[in-house]
T-cell receptor, first 112, second 115 residues
Framework: GNSVTQMEGPVTLSEEAFLTINCTYT??????LFWYVQYPGEGLQLLLK?????DKGSNKGFEATYRKETTSFHLEKGSVQVSDSAVYFC???????????FGSGTRLQVQP | GAGVSQTPSNKVTEKGKYVELRCDPI?????LYWYRQSLGQGPEFLIY????????DSGLPNDRFFAVRPEGSVSTLKIQRTERGDSAVYLC?????????????FGPGTRLTVL
């Protein structure tokens, strides 16, 4: 089956620190990969996505590269801000199926 | 423009009761999805509609759960004989229906509590 594993949180960083949130996956079929973010009191929003190997998704200073050889899609940001505090979810969908399979989420807390 | 809306935002019911949860997708989106999110977990897929028909209902946990989308827009998730284990946030999402990497836009969710 399909599954997504992401690092457990919470991750606590100081403002301007470098962020990495690890995500690995298993998939039956060729996956597209996503990062969703849930800010406090808000709904899930797509942060970035990549649809084929070696693609890099980017948005709001966040980046993730689709690595087929390591089945990974790690999220990175060079300098986090307090406003980045949220829960981040890695997810995948496979060709022929629209359903998203999510990881369990990683809470990021950025301190001033 | 308006996003995905869900009503009610909170629903408290007693074990054994019937509940209906409503989702209004983004106008023009042909695909609609229901997910369930338990505390501390990621969303779990329940069912996906393309137009009026359920294209994939493989995530429905049992026959107490049913969903409809009679006119290809609004959808209702129906839960019969609710159990305490059904307590969760029920999320609805919609997309343009253009393929597997289609961006899904999520609503704020309905928090269901079964006492």
């Amino acid at each position: 089956g399909n599954s997504v594993t992401q690092m457990e949180g919470p991750v606590t960083l100081s403002e301007e620190a470098f962020l990495t949130i690890n995500c690995t996956y298993t998939a039956t079929g060729y996956p597209s990969l996503f990062w969703y973010v849930q800010y406090p009191g808000e709904g899930l929003q797509l942060l970035l996505k990549a649809t084929k190997a070696d693609d890099k998704g980017s948005n709001k200073g966040f980046e993730a590269t689709y690595r087929k050889e390591t089945t990974s899609f790690h999220l990175e940001k060079g300098s986090v801000q307090v406003s980045d505090s949220a829960v981040y979810f890695c997810a995948l969908s496979v060709v022929g199926r629209r359903a998203l399979t999510f990881g369990s989420g990683t809470r990021l807390q950025v301190q001033p | 423009g308006a996003g995905v809306s869900q009503t009610p935002s909170n629903k408290v019911t007693e074990k054994g009761k019937y509940v209906e949860l409503r989702c209004d997708p983004i106008s023009g989106h042909t695909a609609l999805y229901w997910y369930r999110q338990s505390l501390g977990q990621g969303p779990e897929f329940l069912i996906y509609f393309q137009g009026t028909g359920a294209a994939d209902d493989s995530g429905l946990p049992n026959d107490r759960f049913f969903a409809v989308r009679p006119e290809g827009s609004v959808s209702t998730l129906k839960i019969q004989r609710t159990e305490r284990g059904d307590s969760a946030v029920y999320l609805c999402a919609s997309s343009q229906g253009q393929g597997g990497a289609d961006t899904q836009y999520f609503g704020p969710g309905t928090r269901l509590t079964v006492l």
